[in-house]
């Protein structure tokens, strides 16, 4: 499984790609360094590949929505 750091400050967003199951977990971790099972400060959304360019997509809109500027 691959692991990439979306923003490696607080709260690191991960996400991470499992080839067997060809699917994606978004993680979001508010505290990285405290073990967040004990503390519910972790949160994973799963999602098959090929809803990514969904994902983008809405990503991408708020983004401009938010800045005004396109990506």
Same mark, same amino acid.
């Given at each position: 499984?691959? %692991?990439? +750091?979306?923003?490696? =400050?607080? @709260? $690191? +967003?991960?996400? *991470?790609?499992?080839? =067997?199951?060809?699917? #994606?977990? +978004? &993680?979001?971790?508010?505290? @990285?360094?405290?073990? &967040? /099972? $004990? #503390?519910?400060?972790? *949160?994973?959304?799963?999602?098959h590949?090929? /809803?990514?360019? *969904? #994902? +983008?997509?809405?990503?991408?809109?708020?983004?401009?929505?938010? &800045?005004?500027e %396109? @990506?």
């Amino acid at each position: 499984m691959n %692991k990439f +750091i979306a923003t490696p =400050h607080r @709260p $690191e +967003i991960s996400v *991470r790609y499992d080839e =067997h199951d060809n699917s #994606l977990t +978004i &993680s979001i971790n508010h505290c @990285p360094g405290v073990d &967040s /099972e $004990e #503390l519910d400060i972790c *949160r994973e959304i799963e999602m098959h590949v090929g /809803e990514v360019p *969904r #994902l +983008i997509d809405a990503l991408t809109k708020a983004y401009e929505c938010a &800045s005004g500027e %396109k @990506p």
